[in-house]
């Protein structure tokens, strides 16, 4: 998913890359976080995410979504920035973290994360500890 101009910037276009590889079963697609955030998607609440899941399931299909790219945004909502930050600590935040990683159609995806770093030196164990701790108390209500 795109959070600028380029190929792949909306749900139809991933459909319509997907049909224009004629369905190969090694071709899937994995959705980043931020960039949904950058293009529009309200992914602060779980209503914004069960938004979005199901334009996706509808555009394009369930069947083909095999990773999630989990990074929070720097930039505000729609402002087709591509701006990684922490987990939690930018403008999606724990709250929309939570609801993605503990979405009945998301929860069982493989996650990667490409974050600064709470010691800015790239992705660390902390942003990964935050993710399961937000995983876990879901386990517990």
């Known amino acids: 998913?795109?959070?600028?101009?380029?190929?792949?910037?909306?749900?139809?276009?991933?459909?319509?890359?997907?049909?224009?590889?004629?369905?190969?079963?090694?071709?899937?697609?994995?959705?980043?976080?931020?960039?949904?955030?950058?293009?529009g998607?309200?992914?602060?609440?779980?209503?914004?995410?069960?938004?979005m899941v199901?334009?996706?399931?509808?555009?394009?299909?369930?069947?083909?979504?095999?990773?999630?790219?989990?990074n929070d945004s720097?930039?505000?909502?729609?402002?087709?920035i591509d701006r990684h930050e922490n987990i939690g600590r930018g403008r999606i935040g724990r709250r929309g973290f939570a609801a993605l990683v503990n979405h009945p159609k998301l929860r069982r995806l493989a996650g990667f994360i490409e974050t600064p770093g709470f010691d800015h030196h790239g992705p660390d164990r902390r942003n990964l500890l935050v993710l399961k701790k937000l995983r876990a108390g879901a386990r517990k209500n």
């Open 1 to 39: 998913m795109g959070a600028g101009g380029q190929v792949g910037g909306t749900f139809e276009e991933l459909a319509d890359i997907l049909k224009a590889m004629r369905y190969h079963p090694r071709v899937g697609i994995c959705l980043d976080s931020c960039h949904l955030f950058a293009a």
């Open 41 to 51: 998607w309200d992914l602060r609440t779980l209503q914004g995410v069960t938004q």
């Open 54 to 70: 199901r334009a996706f399931e509808r555009t394009v299909g369930l069947k083909h979504l095999r990773a999630l790219h989990l």
């Open 74 to 80: 720097k930039g505000a909502l729609g402002s087709r």
